[in-house]
T-cell receptor, first 113, second 113 residues
Framework: QQQVKQSPQSLIVQKGGISIINCAYENTAFDYFPWYQQFPGKGPALLIAIRPDVSEKKEGRFTISFNKSAKQFSLHIMDSQPGDSATYFCAALETGTASKLTFGTGTRLQVTL | NAGVTQTPKFQVLKTGQSMTLQCAQDMNHEYMSWYRQDPGMGLRLIHYSVGAGITDQGEVPNGYNVSRSTTEDFPLRLLSAAPSQTSVYFC????????????FGSGTRLTVV
């Protein structure tokens, strides 16, 4: 059973457009929600993260929106660039655990010219 | 360079062989984890450690052993390789329980034939 459901599986966006990736979870004990970016042949790298007491967090062109009641969160990439083409993973951490991240299945983003 | 170093980068094993995937970090991180990445399944936690001498199982521990004799090293042992263990393996470390500052290695691509 996938504890963190991520969609879409793949996404094509034109340069300058907005990329939106969605995640949903069931476990209400999750209390930390990071997003990771992975380029081919590399390990995932932390992009941005949010806690459930905040509804939105913005860092540059990247924004996380969090809806605690719906148990959903999303990543918005504004002004998408070809260099943003990568696979994006949402993740969640459960209270009381020690760095036991649960990952979504990933979204492969392609930004076209 | 500071970071997480994984060796080897590529490995082909025959069914039934054993091997050890090496992971070392030089950031004095307490938390270390092993994940496997399979297409369409995201990253799944195999084993993790919260400090030297302390390890525990993750979501998919069967067929793998770990030990943590030092803060720096966290090797993953495959006892008797099976084709189902064909995957890309990532080691990660963090200074924080939240996983913030989670640093991933560049991965080991393992093929079991």
């Amino acid at each position: 059973q996938q504890q963190v459901k991520q969609s879409p599986q793949s996404l094509i966006v034109q340069k300058g457009g907005i990329s939106i990736i969605n995640c949903a979870y069931e476990n209400t004990a999750f209390d930390y929600f990071p997003w990771y970016q992975q380029f081919p042949g590399k390990g995932p790298a932390l992009l941005i993260a949010i806690r459930p007491d905040v509804s939105e967090k913005k860092e540059g062109r990247f924004t996380i929106s969090f809806n605690k009641s719906a148990k959903q969160f999303s990543l918005h990439i504004m002004d998408s660039q070809p260099g943003d083409s990568a696979t994006y993973f949402c993740a969640a951490l459960e209270t009381g655990t020690a760095s036991k991240l649960t990952f979504g299945t990933g979204t492969r983003l392609q930004v076209t010219l | 360079n500071a970071g997480v170093t994984q060796t080897p980068k590529f490995q082909v094993l025959k069914t039934g062989q054993s091997m050890t995937l090496q992971c070392a970090q030089d950031m004095n991180h307490e938390y270390m984890s092993w994940y496997r990445q399979d297409p369409g399944m995201g990253l799944r936690l195999i084993h993790y450690s919260v400090g030297a001498g302390i390890t525990d199982q993750g979501e998919v521990p069967n067929g793998y052993n770990v030990s943590r004799s030092t803060t720096e090293d966290f090797p993953l042992r495959l006892l008797s390789a099976a084709p189902s263990q064909t995957s890309v393996y990532f080691c990660a470390s963090s200074y924080s329980r939240t996983g913030y500052g989670y640093t991933f290695g560049s991965g080991t691509r393992l093929t079991v034939v």
